[in-house]
DNA sequence: AATGAAGTCAACCGCGATGGT
DNA sequence: GACCATCGCGGTTGACTTCAT
């Protein structure tokens, strides 16, 4: 037995949006506002159509400060070090680009990024340094092994065509032992490179923060490139990190406990961790992992991915 | 110019989450 | 706790546009 529709389908208006309904969707939420229940405010806004569809209207076009299109390389390298965070989860990533929805942002994944990423990924070249990982008790890993090569947009995206288990909000990478972690684990930069950047991003910069857009304040965090070339290399191996305590939250609680299996209160003290990867073990709940110093822990695991 | 392929994106669908009763 | 209505999300579809031949 199936769900009950939300609406007569037979009887509603279904497909584009014309300038009429377009004007009148508008007109009403800008008097009436939305007043809490969608399912009621077509037929209070004389418009034939599902709630639902005037929602998905509103919210993906008619709300004030949506932006379309000329999406800036910044904006690409935030959906992508998020997608390589947290998968796909249109929502928090669109939260994090003010005035882009959560389908805007899935289309532009799903039609550019994507595609972009696809081509430019290369085979890795045989001759790579292994990356050695400390799998602690929490099943997390941390570089301790010299870096690798300062990643590219490219190779960080293309890490990402790997498809996310759906429980599992990253892009994992297998390792040799079967485990899988997150790409943002694999190109961790080393801790001197982690600190220095880490720092950098959140206490050497003395000009005033700018006022609390989260884009705005990413923008003050992330480095600005110095070259359109070298931007995303430089800037793109902190952004994981960045993204990680961005998403713990300013005051150090987590937005989403669900996310990480609720790990975020054991982030609260940066000065004396820090956040090096998320690891996934096979065991789909995902984990965060906040090391205080880059000795393997007692009883840990090492992986050379390969 | 015609046509088919590929790309784009608004809209739809169905499901899980949430809140009220 | 069960039930119901609604919301919010991510995946998918399909109409339209652009590109290549």
Redesign the pocket.
């Given at each position: 037995m199936?769900?009950?529709?939300?609406c007569d389908?037979a009887r509603v208006k279904?497909?584009?949006?014309s300038p009429e309904e377009d004007e009148l969707l508008r007109s009403y939420v800008r008097s009436h506002g939305i007043g809490?229940?969608?399912?009621?405010l077509p037929q209070k806004a004389g418009l034939n159509r599902?709630?639902?569809?005037c929602?998905?209207?509103w919210l993906?076009?008619l709300r004030p400060d949506i932006k379309?299109?000329g999406y800036t390389e910044l904006e690409d390298r935030i959906i992508c070090s998020l997608y390589n965070s947290i998968g796909?989860?249109?929502?928090?990533i669109a939260s994090k680009l003010p005035g882009r929805t959560?389908?805007?942002v899935?289309?532009?994944w799903?039609?550019?990024l994507k595609?972009k990423a696809m081509v430019m990924h290369q085979p890795q070249p045989p001759k790579q340094p292994h990356y050695h990982h400390h799998l602690g008790a929490g099943g997390c890993v941390s570089v301790v092994s010299p870096p690798p090569p300062p990643p590219t947009a490219q190779s960080q995206c293309a890490s990402s065509m790997k498809p996310s288990p759906a429980s599992a909000a990253s892009s994992p990478v297998t390792t040799a032992s079967g485990d899988k972690c997150s790409f943002g684990a694999m190109y961790s930069p080393s801790p001197s490179q982690t600190q220095a950047t880490t720092l950098s991003a959140y206490t050497s910069v003395s000009a005033p923060a700018p006022q609390p857009s989260p884009l705005g304040e990413l923008i003050y965090r992330v480095p600005p490139p110095t070259t359109t070339a070298d931007s995303w290399a430089t800037s793109g191996v902190a952004l994981d990190d960045i993204f990680l305590h961005e998403l713990i939250g300013s005051g150090g609680e987590f937005p989403n406990s669900n996310l990480f299996g609720g790990f975020g209160p054991l982030l609260q003290d940066r000065s004396s961790m820090e956040l090096s990867a998320c690891y996934y073990l096979p065991n789909p709940q995902p984990e965060m992992w906040a090391a205080s110093d880059h000795v393997k822990p007692a009883g840990a695991l090492c992986h050379s991915l390969t």
């Open positions: 199936g769900r009950a529709p939300c389908k279904r497909g584009p949006w809490g229940n969608w399912i009621a599902c709630g639902k569809s929602r998905l209207r993906n076009y379309h299109g796909s989860r249109w929502s928090i959560d389908n805007d899935k289309n532009y799903n039609t550019k595609k």
